[in-house]
T-cell receptor
C-alpha cells in the first residue's frame, strides 16, 4: 500500500511565524502535491513537483513556497504565516510517466494561525 | 477550461436509502474521472475511477458511469449505511494534476 505521511496532524502557529509542513511518501512516486482544503471551496492546488528540485505553481501559490530536495519528501513553507492561511493542508503523490492517474493522499495537517 | 461541478450538500439519508450524488464536468481532451471519499478526521481515499467513456467504476457498493454525452459521472449506491457518512469529492484529470469539485457531505442516520 502507498503510504503518505505528514509531520503533524494539528499545528498552532502565531501570525508572522515561518511554518514548515513536511510530507513523505514511500512508493517512489515522482509527483507530489500540496493542497489546501476549506469549507465550501473544496481542494485547491498550491504547488506540485514532478521531480527532485522541480516545482510548478498551482492555483493559489501566493504566500507559500515549497522544497523538494529528496524524491520522497516535499515540504510546504509559509514564509510569514497569516490568519487567512488557517486551513487543512493535504499532501498527495502519484507515479510519474502515467497521465491521468489517481493521487494518494496523506491524513492532512490542520493548521491554525492566531 | 477544466472544471467539476457537484451537487451541493449536505445530503441526509436514512440507512438503506438509495444515494445519488450528481457530478458534471467540463474538460478539454479526454479526462479520467474519479470519486474520492474523506471520512471524518482523515485524508482523501480513492473510492472509484473511470478512464474512458462508458466505463463503470465500482467499489464498496458504490458505482459511477463515465457518460461523455452528458459529461457526467454521478455516484450511486443502492443501500447506504451509517458508515458511509463522509464527504465525497468528484475529480477529473487531463494531465498530472487533479481538479476537484467542492465536495458533498453525506450524513446517514440509523
Amino acid at each position: 500500500d502507498v503510504k503518505v505521511t505528514q509531520s503533524s496532524r494539528y499545528l498552532v502557529k502565531r501570525t508572522g511565524e515561518k511554518v514548515f509542513l513536511e510530507c513523505v511518501q514511500d512508493m517512489d512516486h515522482e509527483n507530489m502535491f500540496w493542497y489546501r482544503q476549506d469549507p465550501g471551496l473544496g481542494l485547491r492546488l498550491i504547488y506540485f513537483s514532478y521531480d527532485v528540485k522541480m516545482k510548478e505553481k498551482g492555483d493559489i501559490p501566493e504566500g507559500y513556497s515549497v522544497s523538494r530536495e529528496k524524491k520522497e519528501r516535499f515540504s510546504l513553507i509559509l514564509e510569514s504565516a497569516s490568519t487567512n492561511q488557517t486551513s487543512m493542508y493535504l499532501c498527495a503523490s502519484s507515479p510519474g510517466g502515467v497521465r491521468q492517474t489517481e493521487q494518494y493522499f496523506g491524513p492532512g495537517t490542520r493548521l491554525t494561525v492566531t | 477550461g477544466n472544471s467539476v461541478t457537484q451537487m451541493e450538500g449536505p445530503v441526509t439519508l436514512s440507512e438503506e436509502a438509495f444515494l445519488t450524488i450528481n457530478c458534471t464536468y467540463t474538460a478539454t481532451g479526454y479526462p479520467s474521472l474519479f470519486w474520492y471519499v474523506q471520512y471524518p478526521g482523515e485524508g482523501l481515499q480513492l473510492l472509484l475511477k473511470a478512464t474512458k467513456a462508458d466505463d463503470k467504476g465500482s467499489n464498496k457498493g458504490f458505482e459511477a458511469t463515465y457518460r461523455k454525452e452528458t459529461t457526467s459521472f454521478h455516484l450511486e449506491k443502492g443501500s447506504v449505511q451509517v458508515s458511509d457518512s463522509a464527504v465525497y469529492f468528484c475529480a477529473l484529470s487531463v494531465g498530472t494534476a487533479l481538479i476537484f469539485g467542492k465536495g458533498t457531505t453525506l450524513s446517514v442516520s440509523s
